[in-house]
């Protein structure tokens, strides 16, 4: 095994230099419990890519579902993930964690597929989404001139310390979350799966897809700011209904 | 944009810009004037107190959102695919 051998997804967000075929000895930088996971990966633990399967499976789909547009190229597209680990997992240098690994190349995989099936335009999920233009909140929610030029004219409505408590128990409002981060474009979906959902740290965020930070947090504001909308939405309705 | 650090911690941020920058400051990923400059405003105002603490909020709530597409059985494919590629290994 040489250099040149190092498959692309390895190289992601990374130079793409690749080290001795290492598999008996796992890599030093990652934690113990991900050294520990791996070395069972290496040994094809049907137990242990089970349980990884399934942590993952949730977020795998939805970030392929807002590049594909349909969920069972989605799931393709995932399988296909899955059968690429396997197959490199002797080249896997740890020098991400797996998961971001992982998310690379299911990222990859269903960018390839998603300009394959380019007849999808037409879903709300390939909304094109300008960073630069778009503010964050309604600007018309903001004094425009005068001494408060910049500061609230309509302010959010304070949430208590149940709310989120409230919000969570409410199949309604759950479900109002839930179509708010369904409907995101797929440049501020991703984003938000991986950094909130997934939980993956910024810095890894930005290689998998290969941004900025400023950019990673343009966008997951503008994610976040959708979700809280419909939540006040949602609240405003709860509120008239009273 | 709000995004730039041309403006020093003496002058006055407005709340659309602290808006714009909340989700960096929450992941303490902005600058050390900015920060304080952010935090002076949000100590006098009570409208990006509560939507600071909102986007907080949903940060923390996206997580622990109930799934629908989440369930095992709906990963039982792609497990039995796995299963049956590493038996073929
Ligand atoms: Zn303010």
Not at chain 1, 45 to 73: C, N, P, S, Y
Request: net charge negative; proline share 4%.
């Amino acid at each position: 095994m040489n250099a040149a051998t190092t498959t692309r997804r390895e190289s992601i967000g990374q130079s793409p230099r690749a080290l001795p075929n290492t598999s008996s000895v796992p890599p030093r930088s990652l934690p113990n419990d991900e050294q520990r996971l791996l070395a069972r990966l290496r040994q094809s633990d049907e137990q242990a890519f089970d349980e990884l399967v399934t942590k993952h499976h949730g977020a795998l789909i939805r970030m392929a579902m807002g590049h594909v547009g349909d969920r069972e190229v989605a799931e393709e597209v995932v399988q296909d993930t899955w059968m690429a680990v396997i197959e490199s997992l002797d080249r896997f240098e740890g020098r991400s964690s797996l998961r971001t690994w992982i998310f690379g190349i299911m990222i990859h995989k269903a960018k390839d597929r998603g300009v394959r099936e380019k007849r999808h335009t037409t879903f709300s999920d390939f909304e094109t989404f300008d960073e630069e233009q778009e503010d964050a909140v309604d600007p018309s929610r903001f004094h425009r001139s005068g001494e408060w030029a910049g500061h609230w004219a309509f302010p959010p409505q304070p949430w208590d310390d149940q709310t989120p408590e409230r919000l969570l128990a409410s199949q309604q409002a759950v479900q109002a979350m839930n179509r708010a981060i369904e409907a995101l474009p797929v440049t501020l979906k991703d984003v938000l799966i991986l950094r909130d959902v997934e939980g993956v740290e910024a810095k890894q965020v930005c290689d998998i897809l290969q941004i900025t930070e400023t950019n990673l947090y343009v966008r997951l504001h503008r994610a976040r700011e959708r979700v809280r909308r419909a939540v006040e939405t949602y609240l405003e309705g709860c509120q008239r209904a009273v | 944009m709000a995004h730039d650090a041309s403006q020093s911690v003496h002058e006055e941020i407005t709340c659309r810009e602290v808006v714009e920058w909340t989700s960096a400051y929450l992941d303490a990923h902005v600058g050390e004037d900015r920060k304080q400059q952010i935090a002076l405003h949000l100590a006098a105002c009570a409208g990006c107190g509560a939507y600071v603490g909102q986007i907080a909020s949903v940060r923390d709530l996206v997580r622990l959102l109930p799934q629908t597409v989440d369930s095992p059985s709906e990963s039982e494919q792609v497990r039995q695919a796995v299963a049956a590629k590493l038996r073929r290994q």
